[in-house]
């Protein structure tokens, strides 16, 4: 993919980091980002230590009238993505990070900079706050009603052969509607462990929508899903607290996914754009991939 040029690019911000001591260009030599371009940083003239990851990509492909149609692109949104992740988590490896919402774009890195020195204090006050922490995602599955109807009915005993077909399919029906309820019972006790057990090791939690649909990920249906943020050192009592929590109920599966960076908990950086700024588009940056 050719880089785009100065006078067709946009600028591309991928998140806010610490860079105290300046290594970090020499980290990130060689890394690629959305539009396959060079990622560099952007540096404030304020505060020095803090910086933002920019790269170049086309104005074609993300002014805000194109863009929004990008977005209805899953395919060109999946790419984007998983570009920005993978800028992110290259940061994440050397410092702390505040991911930027999915295609956050700028007029050029001057817009960039003015961003950063008109937030720096919001900016440094967050990165402090989360230095030292990661991000955990806690997903609780319960049996879907369509699995539960899929599966053989229980022995038992034979139903009444004198109930009329009718009469014995709402029978059956209502037996289905009892191991659902007992299914969906199950899982709020699965949740109430797991956010004791959570509450143990975590300093912050995040309640996201649960995912339907291809977001979803596995058999059952997503009924919790939640961010934590975990202080490094109990990153593994978490895990194993939160994993052990739903045992020995029935139809339950809670799947732990991390560490990420602090995706959920970037609350400094939802602001909207400024006017001068071109779009800022995707969703929030939710629930950790």
Not at 124 to 141: D, N
């Amino acid at each position: 993919m050719t880089e785009p040029t100065a006078q067709d690019a946009l600028t591309y911000a991928y998140g806010v980091a610490r860079d105290a001591h300046e290594a970090l260009a020499d980290a990130l030599a060689g890394l690629r980002g959305v539009a396959d371009a060079p990622v560099h940083l952007v540096r404030g003239g304020a505060n020095r230590d803090v910086v933002v990851a920019v790269s170049p990509v086309p104005a074609r492909d993300f002014e805000e009238a194109a863009l929004h149609v990008h977005l209805e692109d899953l395919d060109w949104l999946e790419s984007v993505a998983r570009a920005h992740h993978r800028v992110i988590e290259a940061l994440a490896v050397h410092t702390t990070v505040l991911p930027l919402r999915l295609a956050t774009v700028y007029l050029d890195d001057d817009r960039v900079r003015h961003m950063l020195d008109a937030r720096r204090e919001a900016f440094a006050e967050r990165l402090s706050a989360l230095a030292g922490h990661e991000e955990w995602g806690v997903k609780i599955y319960v049996e879907t009603p369509a699995t539960t109807e899929a599966r053989p009915e229980p022995a038992g005993p034979a139903p009444d052969p004198g109930l009329s077909p009718g009469r014995a399919y709402l029978s059956r029906r209502r037996a289905q509607h009892r191991v659902r309820e007992d299914a969906y019972q199950e899982a709020e006790r699965a949740a109430e462990r797991v956010e004791a057990a959570a509450r143990d090791h975590a300093v912050d939690r995040v309640q996201h929508r649960p995912q339907q649909g291809e977001l979803a990920q596995g058999p059952g249906e997503n009924v919790v899903n939640d961010a934590y943020l975990v202080p490094l050192e109990h990153a593994a009592d978490f895990g194993a607290a939160v994993r052990s929590a739903a045992d020995g109920l029935p139809g339950i599966r809670v799947d732990v996914t991390g560490p990420w960076a602090p995706y959920s908990f970037i609350a400094t950086t939802r602001d909207e754009p400024s006017p001068d700024e071109p779009s800022q588009g995707g969703q929030p940056q939710g629930a950790a991939p």
